[in-house]
Every structure is written in structure tokens, then in C-alpha cells.
């Protein structure tokens, strides 16, 4: 199956419904992987482990290329030509998968709960690659989530150099005065941060939902810059990362991004190594 079928593909299976679901596979870009790249990178992008974890790999000797043992961090190997193994075994690209997800509120975006809450992993059954969340979103909240296992582009989206705007619908237990409205755009300050929004306007035909605009991404930001002015969250959604709009993905689906889509996400990210 190509990226190109991708936009296709929605699946419901529902969290415990233990049915498997379509993923678009994108793979690595043949520029990736014609340029050398670091041993540790590489094994990491290959699904061996985080990167960190890669290092100790490589520093306890399990790591071959080309027949022989490397211990030393840093070394570059070429993946068009060089065979790599660990314990003994080939390494071979992980395919990256991108998918969105509309998260229903009680939902953790966390790999695992101890104690047996949902988590963001179980609307993904049967896919072995290891996912993760992209930036942060509440289990009181709802809405859009990138899922992926492409740690450089969850990476660039979440750090605030690039400036991803992510758009959220927020209802409040009281209307916003014009005054604090005012002072969030300009910077509040809780908990020792300094927070801002980008953009905050009253919906049109709401007296108390908005529609907030982030360029930063703080934990639990919106709720924590509202309590300032003694304001309650009563639900909020995102709707928005980048160019991506969640639409009419129902609560609780989740899809597999379309190349066009994952392409936009990489330019938006600062990312020039598009897939190609």
C-alpha cells in the first residue's frame, strides 16, 4: 500500500476492540538514506530503542556493522551500504507511521497506565512500532493528536524555535472580560512561567467559548492561564496543529495521515527531509 492511498483510510476500531487497523507506510527518504548518518540515529530510527538507549546499546558491544563490533559513540555508517546487527540480528528501517486521532476526554496520552485507565495506545490495536503522542493533551480535554513514530518530527512540532500554532475550542464557566483577555495575549504569569496566547476570540454566537491560538506548549496552559483571573475550563478541544484540522473525524477514530498531509507537517516543523 503507498502513502498516496493513505487519505482513504479511516479506521474505528474502538479502544479493547482488539481489531487491527490500516496504516499508511511511509518509509524512510531515500535522501535519508543515502547520506551517512550516526550509528545511534540510525538504530533508533530503525525502532532498536530511544536513541539514548541506543548509545548504551552500542557502549555494551551488541552492535555489528559490517561484520565488526563498534563501541564508540558517534561513529557514521551509510544505510544504503553498510549491514548493520544487533545481538546478532539485522537492523532494518522502521516504517513511520503518522496517524490523527480525535481523543475523547478521559483518554491519557500516555504509553501505559498503572493503573488500567485508557490510554491513546488503545485505539492503535495490532500495530507493533512503537507510538507515541505528539505535545501534550490533558485527560480532561479532547480533540486532535498527531500519533507517530517519528521522533524528528514530533520533536520539531513541539519545540517552540518552530512555532506550530495549535488551535483549541475552549467553553469557560464565565464569559472573559475584555481586560483579561487583554493581559493573556499580552502574558500572564502562574506557577512561575510566563504564559501567552497568540489569539483568543469569543465565538461567534457564545457568550463563554473561544477560540485560543498557542504558538508554546506548556503543561496544562490554557487552564492554568484562565485560573489567573479565577476562570474554570468546562471542556476544552483542539481542533487544529499547523495545517492540520481535525474535521469530521469522529470522537474516538483515528486515521492515517495523507502524504500531502505528513509533507505540510514536515515544512511547518522546519523539516527540509521530507519523505519522498
Same mark, same amino acid.
Given at each position: 500500500?503507498?502513502?498516496?492511498?493513505?487519505?482513504? =483510510?479511516?479506521?474505528?476500531?474502538?479502544?479493547?476492540?482488539?481489531?487491527?487497523?490500516?496504516?499508511?507506510?511511509?518509509?524512510?527518504?531515500?535522501?535519508? /538514506? !543515502? *547520506?551517512?548518518?550516526?550509528?545511534? *540515529?540510525?538504530?533508533?530510527?530503525?525502532?532498536?530503542?530511544?536513541?539514548?538507549?541506543?548509545?548504551?546499546?552500542?557502549?555494551?558491544?551488541?552492535?555489528?556493522? !559490517?561484520? +565488526?563490533?563498534?563501541? @564508540?559513540?558517534?561513529?557514521?555508517?551509510?544505510?544504503?551500504?553498510?549491514?548493520?546487527?544487533?545481538?546478532? #540480528?539485522?537492523?532494518?528501517?522502521?516504517?513511520?507511521?503518522?496517524?490523527?486521532? !480525535?481523543?475523547?476526554?478521559?483518554?491519557?496520552?500516555?504509553?501505559?497506565?498503572?493503573?488500567? $485507565?485508557?490510554?491513546?495506545?488503545?485505539?492503535?490495536?495490532?500495530?507493533?512500532?512503537?507510538?507515541?503522542?505528539?505535545?501534550?493533551?490533558?485527560?480532561?480535554?479532547?480533540? /486532535?493528536?498527531?500519533?507517530?513514530?517519528?521522533?524528528?518530527?514530533?520533536?520539531?512540532?513541539?519545540?517552540?524555535?518552530?512555532?506550530?500554532?495549535?488551535?483549541?475550542?475552549?467553553?469557560? !464557566?464565565?464569559? =472573559?472580560?475584555?481586560?483579561? %483577555?487583554?493581559?493573556?495575549? @499580552?502574558?500572564?504569569? &502562574?506557577?512561575?512561567?510566563?504564559? +501567552?496566547?497568540?489569539?483568543?476570540?469569543?465565538?461567534?454566537? %457564545?457568550?463563554?467559548?473561544? %477560540?485560543?491560538?498557542?504558538? &508554546?506548549?506548556?503543561? #496544562?496552559?490554557? #487552564?492554568?492561564?484562565?485560573?489567573?483571573?479565577?476562570?474554570?475550563?468546562?471542556?476544552?478541544? +483542539?481542533?487544529?496543529?499547523?495545517? =492540520?484540522?481535525?474535521?469530521?473525524?469522529? &470522537?474516538? *477514530?483515528? %486515521?492515517? /495521515?495523507? $502524504?500531502?498531509?505528513? &509533507?505540510?507537517?514536515?515544512?511547518?516543523?522546519?523539516?527540509?527531509?521530507?519523505?519522498?
Amino acid at each position: 500500500m503507498s502513502l498516496s492511498d493513505s487519505s482513504e =483510510l479511516t479506521f474505528s476500531a474502538s479502544a479493547g476492540s482488539g481489531k487491527k487497523v490500516p496504516v499508511a507506510d511511509s518509509g524512510l527518504s531515500k535522501q535519508s /538514506l !543515502n *547520506k551517512p548518518v550516526r550509528l545511534q *540515529k540510525y538504530l533508533a530510527a530503525c525502532g532498536v530503542a530511544s536513541r539514548r538507549a541506543c548509545e548504551k546499546i552500542i557502549a555494551d558491544g551488541r552492535v555489528y556493522v !559490517n561484520g +565488526r563490533p563498534v563501541i @564508540e559513540q558517534g561513529v557514521c555508517i551509510n544505510p544504503e551500504t553498510d549491514a548493520i546487527e544487533v545481538d546478532g #540480528r539485522a537492523v532494518t528501517p522502521e516504517r513511520k507511521l503518522y496517524f490523527m486521532l !480525535n481523543k475523547p476526554v478521559g483518554v491519557l496520552c500516555t504509553c501505559q497506565d498503572t493503573h488500567g $485507565r485508557r490510554t491513546f495506545l488503545d485505539f492503535f490495536p495490532g500495530i507493533p512500532e512503537r507510538l507515541y503522542p505528539v505535545g501534550r493533551l490533558d485527560q480532561d480535554s479532547s480533540g /486532535l493528536m498527531i500519533v507517530t513514530n517519528d521522533g524528528a518530527l514530533a520533536l520539531h512540532l513541539t519545540h517552540p524555535r518552530h512555532e506550530v500554532a495549535k488551535v483549541y475550542y475552549v467553553r469557560l !464557566n464565565h464569559p =472573559l472580560d475584555e481586560k483579561s %483577555r487583554r493581559q493573556i495575549l @499580552e502574558g500572564v504569569e &502562574e506557577g512561575g512561567e510566563v504564559m +501567552r496566547a497568540e489569539e483568543v476570540t469569543l465565538l461567534p454566537g %457564545r457568550s463563554d467559548e473561544y %477560540r485560543f491560538v498557542l504558538r &508554546e506548549g506548556k503543561k #496544562r496552559q490554557i #487552564r492554568r492561564m484562565v485560573w489567573v483571573f479565577r476562570l474554570r475550563v468546562m471542556s476544552l478541544q +483542539r481542533i487544529a496543529v499547523g495545517s =492540520l484540522i481535525l474535521g469530521a473525524l469522529p &470522537e474516538g *477514530k483515528a %486515521r492515517a /495521515l495523507a $502524504r500531502p498531509e505528513i &509533507e505540510t507537517l514536515f515544512r511547518e516543523a522546519g523539516l527540509n527531509d521530507a519523505m519522498s
